[in-house]
């Protein structure tokens, strides 16, 4: 992207921060503290729909919980940031309960290995590159079926990390990005 492209969006940014730090320096802002205060770590999918949007639909306030946001909410079966954001949040920042929030129209749902490559190829991306990236994305991306089960998955892995402490409890969920219903996996 050329600076020229970014230009628009960064100026709008940049205004937005500015009318924030006003409004801020007039009406004053809440210390919060870095631990969460629900000691709750989620593990979210990135979909625009959620923005401000899963918070209050969970009752969290800012402070509340961790958030870690990765399409799909995959957790996968080596070490990834998605694991490390984990770690840190349970040892570092006192988190105990872990909460994988799936939602439903998931993009994820539609993407599959072969329909990412294949806009990589339109895009121009090296052939050769996107060969050697070919089997982990498919590894990655076709695993996801359906909302509920790959929730469900993500959940089965983390109780069974052997990194996680037995404190640590992990749940999930799958709510609605039109609505805000969350539905539990487990009746707890
Ligand atoms: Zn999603």
């Known amino acids: 992207m050329t600076n020229e492209t ?3 969006i960064i100026k709008e940014l940049k205004a937005a921060n500015e009318a924030f730090l006003q409004k801020s320096a007039k009406e004053g802002l809440a210390v919060v503290d870095k631990y969460p205060k629900r000691n709750l770590v989620i593990l979210t999918c990135m979909d625009t729909r959620l923005v401000n949007f899963l918070e ?6 800012r402070g509340d919980a961790k958030i870690i946001k990765v399409a ?31 939602h439903e129209g998931c993009g994820m749902l539609a993407t599959t290995g072969e329909s990412l490559c294949a806009k990589m190829a339109e895009a121009g991306i090296d052939e050769t590159a996107i060969k050697e990236l070919r089997p982990y994305i498919e590894t990655w991306a076709d695993s996801i079926e ?7 998955q993500s959940v089965r892995k983390l109780k069974e990390c052997p990194y996680l ?17 969350v539905s539990f996996l487990e009746d707890l």
Do not use: M, Q, R, W
């Open 165 to 181: 402490p037995a404190y640590v409890n992990v749940c999930g969920c799958v709510i609605n990005p039109h609505t805000g219903a």
């Open 72 to 102: 799909g909410n995959t957790v996968s079966d080596g070490f990834d940031s998605v694991l490390g954001s984990l770690l840190v949040a349970v040892y570092e920042l006192k988190a105990h309960t872990v909460l994988v929030v799936g």
């Open 146 to 152: 359906c909302v509920e089960d790959s929730t469900a």
């Open 56 to 61: 209050p639909a969970l009752g969290l306030e």
């Open 6 to 8: 970014l230009k628009p």
